[in-house]
């Protein structure tokens, strides 16, 4: 009998795959020191394994990831922790790695098409032998399934026919009857008998129950009735079985436009910004002195701290002191104090946005929280960022005071309590306690809250302690 050993590997977080037999195996444990497991099959040979490489799951909010490029070529020989792929996620560029050794047997999805996470994009067969079975499987698995024929189509039933109404029964001829019988009359039906002078005990009526009606008075009298013009008969307006449903809405096509979809890392900040609007919010705006800010500013400047770590820093300080504003509700049932300060600041990038996070951004010095957020910069622009990087934030700074922007109202990130919108610092005439005015550099500060747990007093002493900070801000470089 021959054997083989299969050492346990642990698969890392960013890969995962499956192995399938061309026979089910059996397993035993050995008596070895080590747990290892030993396959037997028939003729005593091995069964080959075709592996399947994983779309894997980047972060927590993917669903989907879209190939970027393929490191390797089919028929590559593979080392387990190699990269193979390369995948966009819905943030950043991640290379794939295998925890598997063996040959890159087929590619299943190609570069610049996506796949949801968990869906097979390639295939890795064991041993040479197993490729032409590879990629037979591949191609199995990714032919469409063939269109429906009108045979094979449901035939609906014909609809059932309209019943045939029976043809009326003609009314039975009034009756006279031979003997004395009881006289009823309308009233005006007297009072014509009278006019014409009519025997009414002659006059046979017509109408329910022998009730001698005015037409039968005038019959009895030689007069001809005159006829009315019945009105026009109105055809009953055909009521529909059910209304039509509303169509969404159309938009007028302009002429030479170009549709462009949206990328991966833009579908998902159009997932989120919907996701926001389930949340109530409510704004408070703050004006908040700076002088004495662009004085350390101005001195800090050549050690590489920027104005964005300043503000992160401040925010930061803040929070420690209002940790209500620090808090999230993810359930609409209850909310959060976290235990971490991660200030998440708001970076353009091409083709989209993402919010780096600086962590823990109370217990760090200026210098340091400086250097780790022109690393996470440069990361976020090459889509480097891993995904603790960029999910992990617990408030958010977003400052377009560099563009000269004076005010602005910023949209509140999905499981976040606040987003803080910073603009301009410019020359504002203010006056004193004394009314004496004076030109100081000021600017505006906008916070948009979720109000499920924090309310307007909450907020309005958070930015009040904000902007202490920002006018002494000696505390900063502590």
Not at 192 to 211: C, E, M, N, W, Y
Request: aromatic share 6%; hydrophobic share 45%; proline share 9%.
């Amino acid at each position: 009998m021959s054997s083989s050993l299969l050492q346990p590997r642990a698969p890392p977080s960013l890969s995962s795959s499956s192995s399938i037999s061309g026979t089910k195996p059996q397993w035993r444990f050995t008596s070895l020191p080590a747990v290892t497991f030993t396959r037997r099959a028939r003729n005593s040979t091995v069964n080959a394994k075709i592996r399947e490489i994983f779309m894997p799951a980047l972060s927590s909010t993917m669903t989907e990831g879209k190939i970027v490029s393929w490191i390797k070529s089919e028929g590559d020989v593979l080392s387990k922790g190699e990269s193979v792929v390369v995948v966009e996620s819905d943030k950043a560029d991640m290379d794939v790695e295998t925890f598997y050794d063996g040959i890159l047997a087929a590619i299943v999805v190609p570069e610049g098409e996506s796949a949801p996470v968990g869906a097979p994009i390639g295939l890795l067969a064991e041993t040479e032998a197993e490729i032409e079975e590879a990629r037979a499987k591949a191609a199995s698995s990714g032919g469409s399934s063939p269109p429906t024929t009108a045979a094979d189509a449901p035939v609906a039933a014909p609809p059932p026919s309209a019943p045939v109404a029976a043809p009326p029964t003609p009314a039975a001829a009034p009756v006279v009857a031979d003997g004395p019988r009881k006289i009823v009359l309308t009233p005006y039906a007297k009072k014509l008998a009278k006019q014409h002078k009519v025997d009414i005990s002659k006059v046979v009526g017509t109408g329910p129950f022998g009730r001698i009606t005015p037409a039968d008075v005038e019959a009895a009298a030689g007069i001809t009735p005159v006829k009315s013009k019945p009105p026009p008969v109105t055809a009953p307006a055909v009521t529909a079985a059910a209304a039509p449903a509303k169509s969404a809405p159309t938009f007028a096509e302009i002429p030479g436009a170009t549709v462009v979809p949206f990328t991966t890392m833009q579908a998902a900040v159009s997932k989120n910004m919907i996701e926001s609007l389930s949340v109530p919010t409510f704004r408070v705006g703050y004006p908040v002195m700076t002088d004495a800010l662009d004085a350390l500013y101005a001195k800090v400047k050549s050690k590489g701290v920027t104005m964005t770590a300043l503000l992160a820093k401040a925010a930061a300080m803040a929070l420690a002191q209002h940790p209500v504003v620090n808090a999230s509700c993810k359930d609409g049932k209850s909310f959060t104090y976290n235990s971490s300060i991660n200030i998440a600041v708001a970076v353009a990038i091409n083709g989209g946005l993402i919010t780096p996070v600086l962590q823990d951004a109370d217990k760090l010095d200026l210098y340091l929280l400086s250097e780790k957020w022109k690393e996470l910069v440069e990361k976020a622009r090459s889509k480097q960022l891993q995904p603790h990087e960029y999910n992990s934030g617990t408030f958010t700074l977003s400052n377009l005071g560099m563009f000269g922007v004076d005010r602005f109202d910023a949209i509140l990130p999905p499981g976040q309590g606040a987003i803080m919108a910073v603009g301009a610092s410019k020359p504002t005439p203010v006056a004193d306690k004394d009314g004496y005015f004076s030109v100081k550099n000021q600017m505006l500060v906008n916070v948009t809250a979720d109000h499920r747990i924090v309310y307007g007093a909450d907020l309005a002493a958070f930015l009040k302690t904000f902007a202490k900070i920002v006018q002494e801000p000696d505390s900063l470089t502590m």
